[in-house]
């Protein structure tokens, strides 16, 4: 079975300062990696994606996520913080052996970058 | 549209009431899912369409729960008797294909009183 760990319910950064979300997945095959964000009553917007290749992928405003297979880990990663970076975080991870349909999610991690 | 549409964005109903929920994906996506969010908690998997069928329905969780997708593009998450745990933020998303990202709507927001 597929499932994905967000150990930190929340994280608080400085403004300037960087940033660490951290993601572990578990599947039994190959996975397809996301990171997705969910701004207050909006839907989730796509970040980035890990599906093969270069371990460090690049997306959306800033973030990069590096793709660990030996600690089966995908952190989320941005250099410097910003204010409107708050938002709440999801990893999601689809697993390609059991040729799983769907995402599926973690629990989320709030990100709030202080002024 | 550009993006994934999802009709109303808020539905406020009393227990045992009937509920249909909407959603438009993205032109051309063949792939379309729906999602349930509860308060603080990540997506939980409802059902898969590609194309017409529903490829994949084991995360409804039980037989309340029904959606369609008649024509392949529009798809409807009808829900019988609703129940106040069925309170939640319901999430459609659509993809080009099996590997790629989701683009998901803004959400319908059920309330059931």
């Known amino acids: 079975a597929q499932s994905v760990a967000q150990p930190e319910d929340q994280v608080n950064v400085a403004e300037g300062n960087p940033l660490t979300v951290k993601c572990t997945y578990s599947?039994?095959?190959?996975?397809?990696l996301f990171w997705y964000v969910q701004y207050p009553n909006r839907g989730l917007q796509f970040l980035l994606k890990?599906?093969?290749?270069?371990?460090l992928v690049k997306g959306s405003y800033g973030f990069e996520a590096e793709f660990n297979k030996s600690q089966t880990s995908f952190h989320l990663k941005k250099p410097s913080a910003l204010v409107s970076d708050s938002a709440l975080y999801f990893c999601?991870?689809?697993?390609?052996?059991?040729?799983?349909?769907?995402?599926?999610f973690g629990t989320g991690t709030r990100l709030t970058v202080i002024p | 549209g550009a993006g994934v549409s999802q009709t109303p964005s808020n539905k406020v109903t009393e227990k045992g009431k009937y509920v249909e929920l909407r959603c438009d994906p993205i032109?051309?996506?063949?792939?379309l899912y729906w999602y349930r969010q509860s308060l603080g908690q990540g997506p939980e998997f409802l059902i898969y369409?590609?194309?017409?069928?529903?490829?994949?329905d084991s995360g409804l969780p039980n037989d309340r729960f029904f959606a369609v997708r008649p024509e392949g593009s529009v798809s409807t998450l009808k829900i019988q008797r609703t129940e106040r745990g069925d309170s939640a933020v319901y999430l459609c998303?659509?993809?080009?294909?099996?590997?790629?990202?989701?683009?998901f709507g803004e959400g319908s927001r059920l309330t059931v009183l």
């Open positions: 998303a659509s993809s080009p294909g099996r590997t790629g990202e989701l683009f």
């Open positions: 599947v039994s095959g190959n996975p397809y």
């Open positions: 890990y599906i093969t290749g270069d371990n």
């Open positions: 999601a991870v689809r697993d390609l052996r059991t040729g799983a349909n769907n995402l599926f």
């Open positions: 032109s051309g996506h063949t792939a």
């Open positions: 369409f590609q194309g017409t069928g529903a490829a994949d």
